[in-house]
T-cell receptor
Framework: DAGVTQSPTHLIKTRGQQVTLRCSPI?????VSWYQQVLGQGPQFIFQ???????GRGNFPDRFSARQFPNYSSELNVNALLLGDSALYLC?????????????FGQGTRLTVV | RKEVEQDPGPFNVPEGATVAFNCTYS??????FFWYRQDCRKEPKLLMS???SGNEDGRFTAQLNRASQYISLLIRDSKLSDSATYLC???????????FGQGTELSVKP
């Protein structure tokens, strides 16, 4: 079975632009979460979706939005990019998203804003 | 103050050494606890869950002290392949929201 897949793997954008990152969870997993990891720090929670509904939102500005599709894949959108948005964006999938459910991470999308 | 704090790194140890990582969390509502491993420029991977009774997986032992809000990871007989960043993670009964520490880098030398 394929693991969590994210696309693209690398991306360079200019300040002010918009970006869409994509994630396909492991087959059978209904929960997708997004995290931002800046260099030297641990991942920070952005969103969680379960069964196409937003279940949680981290402390990120409204420029960040996400959605989950009927096939459980997900997109993360970031508008009006800032230099500080440069980071590794990680998608995690889990079967139910419950507190003891193991989360599996994709390889991430490395976003550079110039 | 960060919700999950870890020992500052990096830890540089020789092969065969025993190394211990410590982590504290500030929110007593935290419900579940994990150690993740992250290799350079790769995604985090679950190393082990941490239970109140303590748990062991081969050379790795994890302990949880709820009263002190303290989590530890002990690695015995370090291997070169253990070189990575170790992330302490808690979940506050808010579904899939994992809260990560900043990570502690381990470098095992021959």
């Amino acid at each position: 079975d394929a693991g969590v897949t994210q696309s693209p793997t690398h991306l360079i954008k200019t300040r002010g632009q918009q970006v869409t990152l994509r994630c396909s969870p492991i087959s059978g997993h209904k929960s997708v979460s997004w995290y931002q990891q800046v260099l030297g720090q641990g991942p920070q929670f952005i969103f969680q979706y379960y069964e196409k509904e937003e279940r949680g939102r981290g402390n990120f500005p409204d420029r960040f939005s996400a959605r989950q599709f009927p096939n459980y894949s997900s997109e993360l959108n970031v508008n009006a990019l800032l230099l500080g948005d440069s980071a590794l964006y990680l998608c995690a999938s889990s079967r139910t998203g419950g507190i003891n459910t193991e989360a599996f991470f994709g390889q991430g999308t490395r976003l550079t804003v110039v | 103050r960060k919700e999950v704090e870890q020992d500052p790194g990096p830890f540089n140890v020789p092969e065969g050494a025993t190394v211990a990582f410590n982590c504290t969390y500030s929110n007593s509502a935290s419900q579940s606890f994990f150690w993740y491993r992250q290799d350079c420029r790769k995604e985090p991977k679950l190393l082990m869950s941490v239970y109140s009774s303590g748990n062991e997986d081969g050379r790795f032992t994890a302990q949880l002290n709820r009263a002190s809000q303290y989590i530890s990871l002990l690695i015995r007989d370090s291997k070169l392949s253990d070189s990575a960043t170790y992330l302490c993670v808690v979940n506050r009964n808010q579904g899939g929201k994992l809260i990560f520490g900043q990570g502690t880098e381990l470098s095992v030398k021959p």
